[in-house]
């Protein structure tokens, strides 16, 4: 039992002084102390459209105002788009409680006061300040889902013309300038008297529009801060209750988003552009350094860096250029056959992709993507190309993006390196 | 059954590493490698001796050294090292790793069987460069790294004869083995390139044999061994590059030792291998020249602690190194100076060996030069 004990011992001793040792590898550096053959070579190829790439439409209205998750308001903005701002809202309260000499009391007859309507911006979406939001009584009813700029209501049963086109206006309620185009939120006060019409179940909500021509800016919320003054209550307490829209709000707007010109590939925007394309990813290219001469290889052949489709973007008309950051995404489509309605697969690029305004190129990555179809025939070639976040069905921007019909594909590889045995 | 489980795991632990040598030099750069001295850490501490001593004992390097084992026993042996890089072009690194594995076991009266398994040639190295490329107009970052990652290993299945009452005799068949892997790294750091890492793997196959004899007079010991025969191929798993073939070296071994005092030991061992056989094989990358070792050590017994017997060990070495560093330099020499110490446990059933070495390799003239710090442990059991 000893002896086994102590040869336990010693061979624990052994591999505690193995463990506690580092074992590093003995490392050069420097070009000339790379073997012969071992420093790799790395390669650029710019392939152009017409090799690799064929529109084969581009096609919208997947989405409508009421499921974006803001309001445009705009103006002759470019002298051509103006839009306005449809909400009614719901949720007003039927009592309130306050608090008196400590006790909870409950007042179902109280008084709005003056209010806010607290509109938060999207700084990134403003174009020109200063510029003057203004808040209109809305006299016609209308229809969140189907209302347009000529249109109060359109659906199967009911067709309402606005009477007056872009949202029938009653009185002008309140307007507010917004001078600091970083500003995140514009507040404007509204009358207690017109609280309490919006607050009517009859109510068909206000109308938000830009006083100046050739302004816009996109509003991510809208909430009414009602001030109420419950008539049992000392006539210093005021009560705020907060007021939304739910889904009662939506933006009418003219002209409608443009449709790409022929070739030019449109993405996203309110009516969710998106543009089915072909692509042939399994190119080939030259196997040696630059300035040897050589033939071609497959891609298969070679250590893919990034393989990137460059767009080049191009002004899109009517004043629906995108202000704020258009996240593009590359969908595969299985059934291309299906042209518009045709469903979209799993996304294709390497990464998250935005276009921001003011970018000259839009590099795609799909160096994975090329990497699997070269290793696999039967994957569909057909994708498109949209405006999308992950999991989210409403259009990210009010904005589209057009990018020139002649893209062109870079590839970066790097050719495999092999040290001869000595 | 508990010595058989403790060889066992003995076995096992030293399994784990010791076919894959780690890398103790910069050297491992160069020709075929950095050739690997299988010796445990008694001959460490008496200078690296390759053969000689005359009391028997597990050996790699000559088959005749086990005869005379009275029972089955187990060697294992566990070696650092820290290594400084003179130059500008390296770093200091420190490693770890067990060089040598053997056992032995007594059949009958006079033969003595044994399986040892050792590293023959480290190939563990790699070099890194910084730089920058242009793509699409702009330069953008890289950074290479070649790795040159395992080593040629080698089993040794050999047995030993008690032929005459002072003269043992033995004779080995080595199975060379293992495996080299070249990966090649390109980063582009901050750039959001995809890196691209390429491998290659050769596998190192070879067979040899070896043959060894010792005489023991009273005073003194003498022995010498042999190896070689056939060649070392590399075989490629990547159909992008070629295989090749090197010619084993034969390595000559002959080593004694003397008792110059009733507890003095002197040892000496001299080798020779001929790798300039493989010169021409290896032209392009400066050639090889046969390489020499001479080494020795002086023991002494006299010491003990807690009543058991604690030998010292003194020596030093001389090596010419057969792997050329620059094209145009001249071959590496390797000088080290040796002590050490051992320990006996359970009356003889386990033996405790420690080493400690300082040496220099290369100079200016080499192209290289790099000094070193070795401690190895050696642990040996007897199935008594």
């Known amino acids: 039992m000893q002896r086994r004990f102590l040869f336990s011992g010693l061979l624990a001793a052994l591999a505690l002084a193995a463990g506690a040792c580092a074992d590093e590898t003995p490392t050069l550096s420097g070009e000339d102390q790379f073997p012969p053959g071992s420093i790799p070579i790395t390669r650029e190829v710019i392939i152009p459209a017409s090799e690799f790439i064929r529109s084969l439409g581009s096609f919208s209205g997947y989405t409508s105002a009421v499921d974006a998750p803001y309001v445009v308001l705009a103006n002759q903005y470019e002298g051509a788009l103006s839009a306005h701002a449809l909400a009614r809202f719901t949720g007003f309260p039927i009592n309130v409680s306050y608090v008196r000499n400590g006790a909870t009391r409950q007042d179902s007859f109280f008084t709005y006061v003056d209010s806010r309507l607290v509109l938060?911006?999207?700084?990134?979406?403003?174009?020109?300040?200063?510029?003057?939001?203004?808040?209109?009584?809305?006299?016609?009813?209308?229809?969140?889902?189907?209302?347009?700029?000529?249109?109060?209501?359109?659906?199967?049963?009911?067709?309402?013309?606005?009477?007056?086109?872009?949202?029938?206006?009653?009185?002008?309620?309140?307007?507010?300038?917004?001078?600091?185009a970083d500003a995140d939120s514009l507040v404007i006060t509204i009358p207690g008297a017109a609280v309490e019409r919006l607050a009517d179940s009859t109510s068909n909500g206000i109308v938000l529009t830009i006083a100046e021509t050739g302004k816009r800016i996109d509003v991510a919320d809208v909430l009414l801060r009602a001030a109420i003054r419950p008539d049992s209550a000392s006539p210093d307490t005021t009560i705020i209750v907060t007021v939304r829209t739910g889904p009662f709000r939506t933006t009418v707007y003219t002209p409608e988003q443009p449709d790409a010109p022929m070739g030019t590939f449109a993405v996203g925007g309110i009516r969710s552009a998106r543009t089915l394309l072909e692509l042939d990813l399994e190119q080939t290219v030259p196997g040696c350094a630059e300035g040897e001469t050589c033939g071609e290889v497959p891609l298969s052949e070679v250590q893919l860096n990034q393989v990137a489709i460059l767009l080049r973007p191009t002004t899109v008309p009517s004043g629906f250029g995108a202000l704020n950051s258009v996240p593009i995404a590359l969908r595969l489509v299985e059934e291309p056959?299906?042209?518009?309605?045709?469903?979209?697969?799993?996304?294709?690029?390497?990464?998250?992709?935005?276009?921001?305004?003011?970018?000259?190129?839009?590099?795609?990555?799909?160096?994975?993507?090329?990497?699997?179809?070269?290793?696999?025939?039967?994957?569909?070639?057909?994708?498109?190309?949209?405006?999308?976040?992950?999991?989210?069905?409403?259009?990210?921007?009010?904005?589209?993006?057009?990018?020139?019909?002649?893209?062109?594909?870079?590839?970066i590889y790097t050719l495999r390196a092999r040290r001869p045995l000595p | 059954m508990t010595i058989a489980r403790t060889l066992g795991a003995a076995a096992a632990l030293s399994l784990l590493s010791a076919g894959s040598a780690h890398a103790q030099s910069l050297l491992s750069a160069r020709g075929l490698g950095l050739p690997l001295e299988p010796v445990d850490a008694r001959a460490r501490g008496l200078g690296g001796i390759s053969l000689g001593l005359p009391d028997p004992a597990m050996s790699l390097v000559n088959p005749a050294g086990a005869v005379g084992l009275a029972v089955a026993g187990l060697s294992v042996t566990f070696q650092s090292d820290n290594v400084a890089g003179e130059g500008e072009d390296s770093d200091d690194f420190s490693t770890a790793r067990f060089p040598v594995v053997q056992a032995a076991f007594p059949i009958g009266e006079r033969f003595v069987g044994m399986l040892g398994y050792g590293a023959v040639l480290d190939q563990n190295w790699a070099v890194t460069r910084e730089d920058s490329l242009d793509i699409s107009g702009s330069r953008t970052a890289i950074v290479d790294r070649f790795r040159s990652s395992g080593g040629v290993a080698r089993l040794r299945a050999g047995a030993g004869y008690h032929l005459l009452p002072r003269l043992d005799v033995g004779v080995a068949m080595d199975i060379y083995s293992g495996v080299a892997a070249d990966t090649i790294f390109r980063v582009f750091p901050g750039s959001g390139f995809s890196p691209s890492v390429t491998a290659t793997t050769y596998e190192w196959r070879g067979l040899g044999f070896g043959a060894g004899a010792r005489w023991r007079g009273d005073a003194f010991s003498l022995a010498a061994a042999v190896s070689g025969g056939g060649t070392l191929k590399a075989a490629a798993r990547d159909s992008g590059v070629v295989d090749r073939e090197y010619t084993l070296p034969v390595q000559v071994d002959v080593g004694g030792s003397a008792r110059i005092a009733q507890q003095a030991l002197v040892a000496v061992s001299g080798r020779w291998a001929g790798w300039s056989a493989a010169d021409e094989d290896l032209a392009a990358s400066g050639g090889a020249r046969d390489a020499m070792q001479v080494a020795g050590g002086v023991e002494y017994e006299g010491m003990r602690f807690l009543g058991r017997p604690l030998p010292l060990r003194l020596g030093g070495r001389f090596a010419r190194l057969p792997f050329r560093w620059t094209e145009d330099g001249e071959f590496p020499d390797e000088r080290a100076l040796t002590a050490g110490l051992g320990m006996v446990f359970g009356g003889g059933a386990a033996t405790l060996d420690l080493s400690g070495e300082r040496g220099v390799r290369g100079g200016d003239a080499v192209g290289l030069e790099e000094s070193f710090w070795r401690v190895s442990l050696s642990l040996s059991l007897l199935g008594r």
């Open chain 1, 120 to 180: 938060g911006v999207d700084s990134a979406a403003v174009a020109g300040v200063p510029l003057t939001v203004q808040v209109w009584e809305a006299v016609q009813r209308w229809d969140a889902f189907s209302a347009t700029w000529t249109m109060a209501v359109d659906t199967a049963g009911d067709r309402t013309p606005w009477t007056e086109p872009g949202g029938t206006r009653g009185a002008l309620i309140a307007q507010q300038t917004l001078t600091d």
């Open chain 1, 337 to 411: 056959e299906l042209g518009r309605v045709a469903p979209l697969g799993q996304t294709s690029l390497d990464r998250d992709i935005t276009f921001a305004p003011g970018d000259t190129v839009v590099v795609l990555p799909v160096t994975s993507l090329t990497a699997t179809l070269a290793a696999n025939d039967s994957i569909p070639r057909t994708f498109a190309l949209v405006s999308e976040l992950p999991q989210i069905d409403a259009p990210p921007t009010f904005g589209a993006a057009f990018f020139d019909p002649a893209p062109r594909l870079r590839i």
